[in-house]
């Protein structure tokens, strides 16, 4: 093989190399990213549970506290999915706040269930994938 011929070969195993590099990052970012929204989702249950009810301190934090990891994660997640597939997660975490404040109970839970729902789902479609080194 000549000079060039390596050079070739070496410049697309690099390439490749880099291009699987940024897959596995971001597959690790929207799992850490969805998983995170997931454990926020049962701990609010926990709470509502062990409180009986929405309307409380804990689950009031739990859910500002969702909404804050959410909106840090939702940035970054932009730069790699269209942006309106994932807003509305963030839709629906605000619409928590409102059912807490409006004392829903039943919305409130439905919500939270679309929230997992969401997350489900959304761990299907996003992430690393042989079609996206491609």
Do not use: P
């Amino acid at each position: 093989m000549t000079k060039v011929g390596w050079f070739k070969l070496i410049s697309l195993i690099a390439i490749v190399g880099v291009l699987i590099a940024i897959c596995v990052v971001e597959d690790r970012l929207v799992i850490n990213s969805l998983s995170n929204v997931k454990d926020y989702c049962y701990d609010i249950e926990v709470a509502i549970e062990k409180n009986g009810g929405i309307v409380n301190g804990e689950v009031a934090s739990l859910v500002d506290n969702m909404e804050y990891s959410w909106k840090q994660d939702e940035s970054s997640l932009c730069f790699m999915v269209n942006h309106k597939s994932i807003e509305a997660l963030g839709i629906e975490i605000v619409r928590l706040k409102t059912y807490i404040n409006e004392e829903e109970d039943v919305e409130f839970l439905t919500s939270l269930e679309i929230i997992k729902s969401y997350v489900e789902t959304f761990q299907h479609f996003m992430g690393a994938s042989f079609h996206n080194i491609l």
